[in-house]
């Protein structure tokens, strides 16, 4: 059965980085479609990056588009969020995705248990 492991969230200062990874197992990486969703307190989980079954494209919400990159590396069966000029606003717990059938919420089957991530001013 796929399985998604996410790492690397912590605490930050504003304007820090952080890298986040997602450890995948159980099926056929490289055929899969990826994403990070965040949720922050009361908030809905949104979409922050996706990648396709390559990496010819990508995706991005609005609000972090040219801070936040998404890459995968099928070699390590890994990918990863690389967060840059954080916000406290990026405060929030961050859960990795994959989809292959893309039945599921939000349109990926299968999600990691989620990290946290929490950005002082």
């Known amino acids: 059965q796929v399985q998604l492991a996410e790492s690397g969230g912590g605490l930050v200062q504003a304007g820090g980085s952080l890298r986040l990874s997602c450890a995948f197992s159980g099926g056929t990486f490289s055929g899969t479609r990826l994403g990070w969703f965040r949720q922050g307190p009361g908030k809905e989980r949104e979409l922050v990056a996706a990648i396709g079954r390559t990496s010819g494209t990508t995706y991005y919400a609005d609000s972090v588009k040219g801070r936040f990159t998404i890459s995968r590396d099928n070699a390590k069966n890994t990918f990863y969020l690389d967060m840059k000029s954080l916000k406290p606003e990026d405060s929030a717990v961050y859960y990795c995705?994959?989809?292959?059938?893309?039945?599921?919420?939000?349109?990926?089957?299968?999600w990691g248990q989620g990290t946290q991530v929490t950005v002082s001013s």
């Open positions: 995705a994959a989809a292959v059938s893309g039945r599921g919420a939000y349109g990926y089957e299968y």
